[in-house]
């Protein structure tokens, strides 16, 4: 496809922390600023408010705002690797009752004190935090002094007191853990490619796979995401930018680039994995070099261009400011934002890395009592009696129940590859005795024409069924069904109250109805109709929305007037679902010989819905 492409500005995706007031900076230069780059415009009442401050809390994004030399020094160190005085953990820029923790760093005071990822700081030695306060002018400081940070765990506010020192933040480290080269990047700065290069020349001779632990990666440098990537897969495209008059621009490692690898690579995700991490995993995607294990990621999918002296005369003494100025998305055309990486293998947290390791085991062509698992374009090999001893057997069990149809597994008892039959997960377990084993499945679909695509569904827990245990896939399907689905699918977090009338605010699905209300995926003039049976072609026309916001594709259809042919085609839809439908098709989800008009089933809903995320990439397989 045809696409307009510019030059590439110097941009940083790294998760940040906290705004702060401006100063130096005046406020007309920071209209201007706003005006000129923020990726989907600033409203006139916005940008006519007296201060830069309640402009940046009016435009309500967590990315945007004005650092001060101090701080920007801080951001850089945060993400190029330097030395630091203070306690040794990475915070989300975003307050929400408190700024969360992404990361910890190794031989720290956060770490020996028992900070964890994903606790909430909200008390500086007795200072509560506010959206307004920036944590690190009360947690950096001086060697040797006490500093008592507090957290929200669990719903528990808990005390820590640590001691400030010296804080070397190393981006990537390496080791062989039980034979498989173990690489943890914390960010993607100025030495994480020499930092991943050096790991790739030493371990490449003594592994069968590489794991990259990007479970506590907050993002990073853009070049250095994409130079990283490509010690995998070679160069090419690693990563599109779309501004906000619809413009590519894109990031590209040269064709000689070195391709330091054969070996497939498993990417370790939570949903502390954000932005550069999220890119990261997307490129290998793309181009069919590993696969990703553990938990969706974040949903950062917004990139920012930092305003500082280098780029912009406004700028003095080291001042700068961070504008979030496009969308970005992976060379396969798939977005992050918000839904975030699904990984290959949905795994619970405390599985994650012994099943990534279990899928490390050496090859062999004449193995004895071993798995071949092929997923994604990648064999893994795993060692049953390892895997059925006492420490692994639940991360085993839950690998097993991880496994979507389109993975193909052999089980050999000391016959080759060639010799074995494929054999059903379910099966597996239950000839192996893992009595835990769950299925995710629905048995009353076995018979679905949609069965692949509801399992897949049920396989990343994208949909649920019944108190009975079965999915119902004859039954039509409400648009509030339907708007759950999706919203579910999506990640879409609950939306802003009070849209329809006729939706509650505590009813089960109102969350999902006004979250696609606020995307503009659903409409409705005063109420939706919640309880009504969605047809066959609102359900085309929601689905082709929602894809020309998550890839490249769908949108890039969607510019495109409908052709004679077309409109032929697509002749039996009323006319406001012609253009929808004729996206889905060139999407490869519309489903063949339905009538538009028909009440749509929640297998149909199934149906489309799984296709269109495996074919704009949501779905990695």
């Known amino acids: 496809m045809k696409k307009a492409i510019f030059s590439l500005l110097a941009l940083c995706l790294t998760l940040s922390l906290a705004a702060v007031p401006a100063s130096a900076l005046t406020l007309e230069q920071a209209k201007e600023l706003l005006t000129d780059h923020y990726v989907d415009g600033v409203p006139q009442e916005i940008l006519e408010l007296d201060s830069l401050d309640a402009i940046l809390e009016a435009l309500g994004d967590p990315y945007t705002f004005y650092m001060t030399p101090e701080q920007y020094e801080v951001f850089n160190q945060s993400v190029n690797g330097q030395v630091v005085v203070g306690i040794g953990c990475t915070v989300e820029n975003a307050f929400t009752d408190g700024y969360r923790i992404m990361s910890v760093l190794p031989a720290s005071p956060a770490l020996e004190a028992g900070l964890k990822a994903g606790d909430l700081l909200v008390a500086v030695d007795g200072k509560e935090l506010t959206a307004e306060t920036d944590p690190r002018t009360l947690i950096l400081g001086e060697e040797g002094v006490s500093v008592t940070v507090t957290v929200v765990r669990d719903g528990q506010r808990l005390d820590f007191t640590l001691t400030r020192r010296m804080v070397v933040i190393p981006i990537v480290t390496h080791e062989l853990v039980d034979?498989?080269?173990?690489?943890?990047?914390?960010?993607?700065?100025?030495?994480?490619?020499?930092?991943?290069?050096?790991?790739?020349?030493?371990?490449?001779?003594?592994?069968?796979?590489?794991?990259?632990?990007?479970?506590?990666?907050p993002g990073g440098d853009s070049n250095a995401t994409a130079a990283s990537a490509s010690l995998f897969t070679g160069g090419g495209i690693m990563l599109y930018f779309r501004d906000g008059s619809g413009?590519?621009?894109?990031?590209?490692?040269?064709?000689?680039?070195?391709?330091?690898?054969?070996?497939?690579?498993?990417?370790?995700?939570?949903?502390?994995?954000?932005?550069?991490?999220?890119?990261?995993?997307?490129?290998?995607?793309?181009?069919?070099?590993?696969?990703?294990?553990?938990?969706?990621?974040?949903?950062?999918g917004t990139a920012q261009l930092v305003m500082d002296g280098r780029n912009c005369e406004y700028m003095e003494n080291g001042e700068a400011m961070k504008i979030t100025a496009y969308?970005?998305?992976?060379?396969?055309?798939?977005?992050?934002?918000?839904?975030?990486?699904?990984?290959?293998?949905?795994?619970?947290?405390?599985?994650?890395?012994?099943?990534?390791?279990?899928?490390?085991?050496?090859?062999?062509?004449?193995?004895?009592?071993?798995?071949?698992?092929?997923?994604?374009g990648q064999k893994f090999c795993v060692d049953v009696t390892r895997a059925l001893e006492a420490e692994n057997r639940p991360a085993f069990t839950e690998l097993l129940e991880a496994l979507p149809p389109s993975a193909r597994v052999l089980y050999s008892t000391g016959k080759s590859w060639d010799e074995c039959e494929p054999v059903a997960p379910a099966a597996l377990a239950e000839e192996l005795g893992l009595k835990d084993f769950t299925r995710r499945t629905f048995a009353d679909a076995a018979d679905s024409p949609y069965v692949r695509e509801i399992d897949t569904l049920a396989i990343y827990e994208i949909i649920n069924g019944y108190t009975d245990g079965g999915f119902h896939p004859v039954d039509p399907i409400t648009r509030a069904q339907f708007c759950s689905l999706v919203a579910s699918a999506l990640d879409l977090p609950a939306g802003k109250p009070g849209r329809f009338s006729d939706v509650p605010?505590?009813?089960?699905?109102?969350?999902?109805?006004?979250?696609?209300?606020?995307?503009?995926?659903?409409?409705?003039?005063?109420?939706?109709?919640?309880?009504?049976?969605?047809?066959?072609?609102?359900?085309?026309?929601?689905?082709?929305?929602?894809?020309?916001?998550?890839?490249?594709?769908?949108?890039d259809f969607d510019q495109e007037a409908l052709t004679e042919q077309e409109q032929a085609r697509y002749a039996a839809f009323a006319d406001w679902a012609q253009s929808s439908a004729r996206t889905l098709g060139k999407l490869g989800a519309l489903l063949e010989d339905v009538d538009p008009t028909a009440s749509g089933t929640r297998e149909m809903a199934a149906g489309m819905l799984c296709r269109l995320m495996e074919n704009i990439h949501l779905i990695w397989n």
């Not at 994995?273 to 590993?290: C, D, K, N, Q």
């Not at 992050?336 to 099943?355: D, F, K």
Request: proline share 5%; glycine share 10%; hydrophobic share 40%.
């Open 179 to 217: 034979g498989a080269a173990y690489i943890e990047c914390i960010s993607f700065g100025s030495s994480t490619a020499d930092g991943f290069k050096d790991a790739l020349t030493k371990l490449e001779d003594q592994t069968a796979v590489w794991i990259v632990d990007l479970r506590s990666n």
């Open 247 to 300: 413009n590519y621009n894109y990031t590209y490692t040269m064709p000689g680039y070195p391709d330091l690898t054969d070996l497939p690579v498993i990417v370790l995700t939570s949903e502390h994995s954000a932005s550069g991490s999220e890119l990261f995993a997307g490129e290998i995607r793309s181009y069919g070099a590993g696969i990703a294990l553990g938990q969706r990621t974040f949903g950062k």
């Open 327 to 376: 969308r970005f998305f992976a060379p396969d055309g798939a977005a992050n934002q918000i839904t975030g990486v699904l990984p290959t293998l949905l795994i619970s947290p405390e599985n994650t890395e012994r099943a990534a390791f279990l899928l490390s085991c050496p090859w062999s062509d004449y193995p004895e009592n071993h798995l071949q698992i092929e997923l994604a």
């Open 505 to 555: 605010d505590d009813a089960w699905y109102a969350g999902a109805v006004n979250a696609m209300a606020d995307m503009g995926f659903v409409t409705g003039s005063g109420s939706f109709g919640p309880e009504e049976v969605v047809s066959f072609q609102e359900m085309a026309a929601v689905l082709s929305r929602a894809a020309v916001w998550a890839s490249m594709d769908g949108y």
